[in-house]
């Protein structure tokens, strides 16, 4: 990445299976005139890091919305990547392995871009990328922004009729803004060494966290996710 480095050879992949429940037929809903899909799309081909693009999707109806947008999809995923309990790490395993045997590309770093996460930028994925190239001690980076809870003041736990914190500080502590700094995760940018695609889980392996700004982080869950992030485009888009 530096001065006298070889760029590693990454693949993003795009995870869009056509099954979500919190809000319905999502990765085609459209977001001021737009395919949800078409935001993931744009911001990997501008991301310059980016060697080569995969979706992996077992709808025909995503697959058709991809190549509206020109992004060639070569495969469906396998219906037992595809339900509700199967781990994403594997879809992101099966579509690495497809690339590299049927189009050739072998990956340095593989990165996911989670298609519910539409404010995510080129600068954000290139920046989880220079983190894991820079650390030689990670496997893996994820996106992560302050978080809006504390656990060592405003987030609790209950044991019977009482509230106990979910962790206690080292010290009593007033104001949240007096507390231990923490971080909520993001799936924005996951980034691995393709060495160590072969983790079962997040935390699994020594990962580190590149922080982006909470509102390019926002996560679409459920249908007020949605508008909420639609609200965020039209103030973006706005100017200041």
């Known amino acids: 990445m530096g001065t006298g480095r070889v760029s590693p050879r990454v693949l993003a992949t795009i995870c869009a299976r056509g099954g979500s429940k ?24 501008a991301c310059a890091l980016i060697g080569h693009i995969v979706l992996s999707t077992d709808s ?16 469906r995923r396998p219906a037992l990547l595809a339900t509700d309990s199967a781990a994403k790490i594997e879809a ?15 990956p340095d770093l593989v990165v996911d871009l989670d ?23 990670l496997d893996a980076v994820v ?31 007033l104001r949240r803004q007096d507390a231990p700094a923490v971080h909520s995760v993001s799936p924005s940018v996951f980034a691995w ?14 990962w580190g966290g590149f922080v982006v700004p909470r509102e390019r982080a926002q996560d679409i869950d459920d249908e007020i996710d949605l508008q909420f992030v639609e609200f965020l485009m039209r103030r973006r888009d706005s100017g200041p």
């Open 22 to 45: 919190g809000v319905p037929g999502k990765n085609f809903r459209e977001l001021l005139g737009r395919p949800l899909l078409a935001y993931t799309v744009d911001c990997a081909r």
């Open 60 to 75: 025909d109806e995503i697959a058709s919305v991809a190549e509206s947008l020109d992004l060639r999809v070569p495969f």
């Open 92 to 106: 992101i395993r099966h579509a690495t392995e497809y690339v590299e045997k049927e189009e050739g590309f072998r």
């Open 115 to 137: 298609v519910g996460v539409p404010l995510r930028t080129p600068e954000d994925v290139a920046g989880a990328i220079g983190l894991l190239c820079s650390r030689s001690d």
């Open 143 to 173: 996106t992560i922004y302050e978080a809006e809870r504390n656990p060592y003041f405003n987030m609790v736990e209950l044991e019977g009729a009482r509230l106990r914190l979910v962790k206690q500080p080292p010290r009593p502590v």
């Open 193 to 206: 060494r393709r060495d160590r695609l072969s983790v079962a889980h997040l935390y699994e392996g020594r």
